[in-house]
């Protein structure tokens, strides 16, 4: 199951365009801002912040992006100085080789009054429905504490529950009896 697909079957769970709608609705963006999307896979939050009728310049960027998103990496942004309002990092910063270098670079491309805007996974995210399933817990990390949270209530059904273990290459064993569990699709939100 590829990410867009995981998350299409999370939307369905909180109601809303996982984690885009909830992340943009958090942040209210003005609609002005010229915005960079880093690790904008298929532009799906490009689109729906388009959809929210943004009217400043929307770039992203991505080694293997979708249409309407620029090949590139975090680590050499092809813009010039001073260039973008917001940087926004969603659920990439951690999978990058340098990301010191990503959030300099960031820095770099983002205009003095602007702000860097990562979002990641806690380790919270869906934690019933992998202890459900008899997965590894894991545990907080030291961080730097987030600027805020996003919570949303799900209900998380055996079957769905195995689409995502399936999803990240898991073989989830026959644990039915402990489902459905009620579970929270969890955003951690620094802005900088």
């Known amino acids: 199951m590829s990410l867009a697909a995981r998350d299409a079957l999370l939307s369905g769970l909180c109601g809303e365009p996982w984690p885009h709608g909830p992340l943009l609705g958090a942040l209210s963006l003005s609609p002005a801002l010229d915005v960079l999307d880093v690790g904008a896979g298929d532009g799906r939050l490009l689109r729906e912040l388009k959809a929210r009728g943004h009217r400043g310049h929307l770039a992203g960027l991505d080694p293997q992006p979708g249409a309407g998103v620029l090949r590139g990496t975090a680590d050499t942004l092809p813009f010039p100085e001073a ?107 620094w802005v900088t």
Do not use: M, N, W
Not at 147 to 157: A, E, G, H, I
């Open 83 to 189: 260039s973008f309002d917001a940087v926004l990092f969603v659920r990439v910063l951690a999978h990058l080789p340098d990301p010191a270098q990503a959030l300099c670079e960031a820095r770099r491309v983002l205009r003095p009054s602007g702000q860097v805007i990562v979002a990641a996974h806690s380790p919270d995210h869906l934690r019933e429905t992998r202890a459900a399933l008899g997965r590894f817990q894991a545990s907080g990390h030291d961080q730097a504490i987030p600027t805020f949270d996003l919570r949303l209530p799900v209900t998380v059904t055996a079957d769905i529950a195995r689409a995502l273990a399936q999803s990240y290459g898991e073989v989830a064993a026959r644990t039915d009896h402990l489902f459905p569990v009620q579970d929270a699709l969890h955003l951690q939100v």
